[in-house]
């Protein structure tokens, strides 16, 4: 079936070290993929985005990349901080269904010390 | 842009009250939006689509007598607990689309409803 998860549960780094968080997906027709954060106690904030014509995509401090080949998602962190510290989750919208919920993986926590 | 507000935070209340929760889109209209459940430590879970003047469709598993939901206008989802008991007891996550319902956009998350039961 569809699902997307997450290599790692936890990933430790010290503070301005540069953190990468890794996602797989299963579905290849998969045309939308979205980085969420999400605070203890808060809802999921978006970060990033990326459509599948695409392979990488910056943001401020965040990077996408995606890998079609293998079926792939990582967000890369640089100069990772404190306050990046949360449970992180990719998600996915398989093709076709643009504007309906999300698939979302299994969250990876990072925990950023100083 | 692009804020969702979420209502209450937080509820404690006795097994066999009904509970309701406010989900609104502050700044933008959402004809589209989504009530997830999020047990601790785990991942969201969607369990209902809400869409504005219709009937909204519930994912496999969660029983629509029990989380009433209602879209009665483009900037407010309501979802109503029945009956709750303490294994209704989670943390309640609503989301909106900014964009028509064929169109790739983040979803925009609410902060949560942490609904405990007696």
């Known amino acids: 079936g569809e699902s997307v998860g997450l290599h790692l549960p936890t990933l430790s780094v010290q503070e301005g070290d540069n953190s990468i968080i890794n996602c797989a997906y299963s579905?290849?027709?998969?045309?939308?993929f979205i980085w969420y954060k999400q605070e203890s106690g808060k809802g999921p904030q978006f970060i990033i985005d990326?459509?599948?014509?695409?392979d990488k995509r910056q943001g401020q401090r965040v990077t996408v990349l995606l890998n079609k080949t293998v079926k792939h998602l990582s967000l890369q962190i640089a100069a990772t901080q404190p306050g990046d510290s949360a449970v992180y989750f990719c998600a996915e919208t398989p093709a076709g269904k643009a504007g309906t919920a999300l698939i979302f993986g299994k969250g990876t926590t990072l925990s950023v010390s100083s | 842009g692009a804020v969702v507000s979420q209502h209450p935070s937080r509820v404690i209340c006795k097994s066999g009250t009904s509970v309701k929760i406010e989900c609104r889109s502050l700044d933008f209209q959402a004809t589209t939006m989504f009530w997830y459940r999020q047990f601790p430590k785990k991942s969201l879970m969607l369990m209902a689509t809400s869409n504005e003047g219709s009937k909204a469709t519930y994912e496999q598993g969660v029983e629509k007598d029990k989380f009433l939901i209602n879209h009665a206008s483009l900037t407010l989802s309501t979802l109503t607990v029945t009956s709750a008991h303490p294994e209704d007891s989670s943390f309640y996550i609503c989301?909106?689309?900014?964009?028509?319902?064929?169109?790739?956009?983040?979803?925009?998350f609410g902060d949560g409803t942490r609904l405990s039961i007696l």
């Open positions: 990326i459509r599948s014509n695409m």
């Open positions: 579905n290849s027709a998969s045309d939308y």
């Open positions: 989301s909106a689309l900014t964009g028509g319902t064929h169109s790739n956009q983040p979803q925009h």
